[in-house]
């Protein structure tokens, strides 16, 4: 509550400002001191592990004076006495100075645990802190270790107004999904890298859902800026939070680790790519991959589309190097960002003839979807599609939007929802004699 009380007092005083020079640069210390993390923790945030009937990450960040921090956890129980069968895990801490990189930062705490010892199917609480400052309870679930039904959540672009209007898309999200799995962030989760309070509107904006539903989320272009706050265009690195702040599986290539890797569920293989560099060595990984998986169901996630949904975004190097690598091995979804518009299709394995045949339709590879959730618009075009073969579903633009996918033995049901939570598209695959029937 004492920087609540603070902050309030610094608008205030800045009110009487007006918009001078003097006024700007107080407002930049408001916003750098609302960012900035305190002795309590914050940013408590799950990632998906590679096993999440067994394991999961769990991370926050504090001050840079608390030199150590633990996780309590134990089996969630229906009233408070769950806490006395609770087990502390120490965590590990690596200090980030953000202040080269962004003009707000600073040196912060940020901790990680990764908790591998868990029960599948079990509903556990945990929090975080130290002897003096801990967070709520959070809870969570780990995943069942047979075949069964599961849900998930995917957005594209937060990036810009996140805290703004971002924050309705993510809460609809959980309202209309409470039980999901994960939830997917296709990047570009901010506009500027390594900016501090543009990473905390995000923490803001989902706040405890960060800490109850893992995420699953890979770099976009916007997440890869100078490490010099003054030339941003050079020398681009990918967020200094990132690694510290998330805790996604280390199982892709060397150098890419928390940005390009795979989580397993008993019927999915989910795969993260980062499309933003080295293209071709994630090619070749990916064949491995996917060459290696017997999952029923392969979903992917990347930022740049294979086929783009506005003007000038093409990105033919992916359609070249990944797109076939999709097709070879069947690959049933492609959930991706980038294009701040929104545009589902597939690549149809035969042409569609006659009416009758679109209850039948069998696709080539996945069915791509281009999303955005956040508040920055461009306009669509279909010019990305139609030329490379193929053919879309359903388009839109202007529109905020969040997915929920569902799978069942053959069946995954798609639904795409506006910021209202209103339903704006949906699809279902089925398959059927190793094929995917597509209906939409
Ligand atoms: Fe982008």
């Given amino acids: 509550m004492k920087k609540i009380n603070l902050s309030i007092v610094i608008i205030l005083s800045f009110v009487n400002l007006g ?7 107080a407002l930049d210390e408001i916003i750098k001191a609302w960012a900035a993390p305190n002795e309590f923790p914050d940013h408590v945030i799950l990632s998906a592990s ?28 229906p009233g408070p006495d ?23 930062g600073f040196a912060a705490s940020f901790f990680e645990v990764q908790l591998d010892q868990l029960i599948p199917n079990t509903l556990y609480a945990y929090r975080v802190g130290n002897d003096d400052f801990k967070s709520e309870w959070h809870q969570f679930s780990t995943a069942k270790e047979t075949p069964s039904p599961l849900s998930f959540l995917y957005v594209g672009d937060a990036q810009n107004y996140i805290l703004e209007l971002w924050s309705r898309v993510i809460r609809n999200a959980y309202k ?3 039980e999901a799995d994960f939830f997917i962030h296709a990047g570009d989760l901010v506009n500027a890298a390594h900016d501090e309070s543009e990473w905390n509107e995000w923490f803001a904006a989902g706040s405890f859902i960060h800490g109850e539903i893992p995420a699953v989320a890979v770099p976009g272009n916007h997440e890869y800026r100078g490490l010099d706050y003054k030339n941003p265009r050079e020398n681009r690195e990918l967020s200094v939070q990132w690694n510290a702040q998330f805790n996604f599986p280390t199982n892709g290539p060397k150098g890419l680790e928390e940005t390009c890797y795979y989580v397993d569920y008993p019927d999915m293989r989910l ?32 930022h740049h589309p294979v086929f783009s949904a506005s003007t000038g975004r093409d990105n033919e190097t992916l359609r070249s190097l990944w797109k076939p690598i999709f097709e070879k091995h069947q690959v049933d979804l492609a959930l991706q960002g980038h294009d701040h518009s929104y545009s589902r299709g597939a690549v149809y394995e035969k042409p569609i003839a006659m ?28 010019k990305g599609w139609g030329p490379y073969g193929a053919t879309i579903g359903k388009k839109g633009e ?30 279902e695959l089925h398959k059927k004699n190793g094929k995917n029937i597509y209906i939409d």
């Fill in 82 to 104: 769950f806490k006395n069968s609770s087990e502390k895990i120490p965590a590990k801490r690596v200090v980030i100075n953000s202040s080269e990189a962004t003009k707000d």
């Fill in 50 to 77: 590679e096993d999440p009937a067994h394991a999961i990450g769990i991370n926050w960040r504090t001050h840079v004076e608390n030199t150590a921090g633990y996780v309590e956890i134990a089996k969630a129980g």
């Fill in 176 to 178: 209309k999904a409470p």
């Fill in 271 to 302: 795969i993260a790519l980062n499309s933003n560099r080295e293209i071709e060595q994630q090619a070749q990984w990916l064949d491995k991959v996917l060459s290696e998986n017997e999952k029923k169901w392969t979903v992917l996630t990347y």
């Fill in 19 to 25: 918009y001078s020079q003097d006024g700007q640069a």
């Fill in 398 to 427: 202007r529109i905020q939007l969040f997915q929920h996918i569902s799978i069942d033995g053959d069946r995954l049901i798609y639904q795409s929802f506006d910021a209202t939570g209103a339903l704006f598209d949906r699809f």
């Fill in 355 to 382: 009416e009758r045949d679109k209850d039948q339709k069998t696709v080539l590879g996945p069915v791509y979807v281009v999303s955005v959730s956040g508040g920055k618009m461009y306009s669509l075009s279909e």
